[in-house]
């Protein structure tokens, strides 16, 4: 299942250069601006978690080394959470300012949002259960199961926004 994703995503061209200054709107409205760097960064974000995730299987799990899988589900958990708030606020809110207008198309951007938070509240539970330095044989047998279950929503989720969402942020 991860595999999918990892294949996924690395089917696609590199991340452009994050270092490029973003387009902004220096008109004086208030609220969140266009930035030319968010995809790229949100896809790099992606790929990055992606990573981790399969580590946490590969090099943890499967390994029985749980202290070492406690230290990378906070890794996850961090960097996860910050992609979220990233997307929320950078991508979200941007899309709902310039999707104002248009109540048809505002409310399933609203709803795509609280299915992401559902996901995102999903995969923190997740990552605190798992973040002990040694698992009870049957917390270790529950893993596998949420761990796929993560696994698949986060690539559902993932191939929805790159495929279908992202093509939505313009200036």
Known sequence: MITAIYNFLNGRSPAANLSTPITTNFSGN???????CLIPELEND??????????IW????????????????????YEFQSHILKENVKFYVYLEQNLAD???SLDIIKEFRRDMNGIANAVIKFCRKYNEPKLSAELAAE??????????ALTKRVTLEERDLYILYSK
């Open 30 to 36: 208030k609220g969140i601006h266009y930035d030319s």
């Open 46 to 55: 992606h790929a990055r978690l992606v990573n981790l995730f399969g580590e």
């Open 58 to 77: 590969s090099d943890c799990f499967l390994k029985k080394d749980y202290k070492k899988m406690a230290a990378k589900l906070d890794s996850f958990k």
């Open 102 to 104: 248009d109540a048809h």
């Open 143 to 152: 893993f596998e199961e949420d761990y796929n279950n993560i696994g698949s």
